[in-house]
């Protein structure tokens, strides 16, 4: 296999800095839009796949000094959180098998 092809499946890969400064991966899932702000649905690639408990991360999309770049908030709004994984959660209700935690 030639190593200069990326897999398809990687083409919607995030690496994003946490609050110690280390790249951690996400998978793009979806961009949700609530109350005229916008919002990504992230899936974080564990590097050992036997953590993987499947948890979601939504950040906030708020424009960048740089036009041509988008930062990534988080949300302290646990209202506006339940509300924007609602909508994910009925947009791929086919495709992902939810747990209520309920």
């Known amino acids: 296999m030639d190593e200069n092809n990326v897999p398809e499946e990687l083409d919607n890969i995030i690496v994003l800095n946490d609050e110690n400064g ?5 998978e793009f899932l979806d961009l949700i839009e609530l109350e005229n702000e916008e919002y990504v649905v992230l899936l974080p690639i564990e590097e ?6 499947g948890e ?4 906030k999309v708020e ?8 930062s990534y908030v988080s949300v302290d709004d ?12 009925e947009k791929f209700k086919d495709e992902f098998n939810f747990i209520d935690d309920e």
Do not use: A, H
């Open 22 to 26: 280390e790249e951690v991966k996400f």
């Open 48 to 53: 050992n796949e036997e953590d993987d408990e």
């Open 78 to 89: 646990e209202e506006v959180l339940n509300q924007v994984f609602k909508i994910f959660k």
């Open 56 to 59: 979601v991360v939504i950040l």
């Open 63 to 70: 424009d960048s000094e740089n036009e041509e770049e988008e």
